[in-house]
């Protein structure tokens, strides 16, 4: 049974800084590509950033320069630093896993998803 479980949400003031955790479990995803995405309650899940299997990586513009997602394959891990937080990026961040190896910014090519974690940035 494959698992996403993400950790290391929490509460921090803007320009905070904030490491989000992903492991996986179940299989091996060393070679797929691994996202994250955020969602509002009210508002549709947005693409936050995605790793392709060979390492390439995409990011929405608003966090191009403040985020940076990350893998460690030999741990069937993936993470997001997130750095200069802002209110605006409050949100239950999800991991995602797909089975290819291409960073889509789409949810819906994406086939694992984690539980979520929350994310609040104080003004």
């Known amino acids: 049974q494959v698992q996403l479980v993400e950790s290391g949400g929490g509460l921090v003031q803007a320009g905070g800084s904030l490491r989000l955790s992903c492991a996986a479990s179940g299989r091996t995803f060393s070679r797929n590509a691994m996202a994250w995405f955020r969602q509002v309650p009210g508002k549709e899940r947005e693409f936050v950033a995605a790793i392709s299997g060979s390492g390439i990586t995409r990011y929405v513009d608003s966090a191009k320069g403040r985020f940076t997602i990350s893998r460690d394959n030999a741990k069937n891990m993936v993470y997001l630093q997130m750095n200069s937080l802002k209110p605006e990026d409050t949100a239950v961040y999800y991991c995602?896993?797909?089975?290819?190896?291409?960073?889509?910014?789409?949810?819906?090519?994406?086939?694992?998803w984690g539980q979520g974690t929350q994310v609040t940035v104080s003004s």
């Open positions: 995602a896993a797909s089975g290819g190896s291409y960073y889509y910014t789409v949810g819906y090519q994406y086939d694992y």
